[in-house]
Nanobody, 117 residues
Framework: QVQLVESGGGLVQAGGSLRLSCAAS????????MGWYRQAPGNQREYVAT???????LYSDAVKGRFTISRDSAKNTVYLQMNSLKREDTAVYYC???????????WGQGTQVTVSS
């Protein structure tokens, strides 16, 4: 099992910034992909960004150019720097951990991000 603990959510005005963190512990493996998904009320969970252990990052079109994902492999932690936040970024953000060779996925408990106008 892998445990994921997220932090950094909160309330921010439109145009502001927030930084999310997610620390992984437990049965960590060397080849993994960590990332973020989000779910707004009434919507399905959607992809935000992922980063591999080698540092390759991908983003959804909705956040590209505004969000930056990074990781500290020594700390098994992934970060999501969110800039120029918009009201439509309001959602619960979930950390995701995938074991590449085992095709196993784990989820964090979610952290609320609310962007006000």
């Amino acid at each position: 099992q892998v445990q994921l603990v997220e932090s950094g959510g909160g309330l921010v005005q439109a145009g502001g910034s927030l930084r999310l963190s997610c620390a992984a512990s437990g049965s960590i493996v060397s080849r993994n992909i960590m990332g973020w998904y989000r779910q707004a009320p009434g919507n399905q969970r959607e992809y935000v960004a992922t980063i591999t252990t080698s540092g390759n990052a991908l983003y959804s079109d909705a956040v590209k150019g505004r969000f930056t994902i990074s990781r500290d492999s020594a700390k098994n932690t992934v970060y999501l720097q969110m800039n120029s936040l918009k009201r439509e970024d309001t959602a619960v953000y979930y950390c995701n951990y995938k074991k590449v060779y085992e095709a196993t996925t784990y989820w964090g408990q979610g952290t609320q991000v609310t962007v006000s106008s």
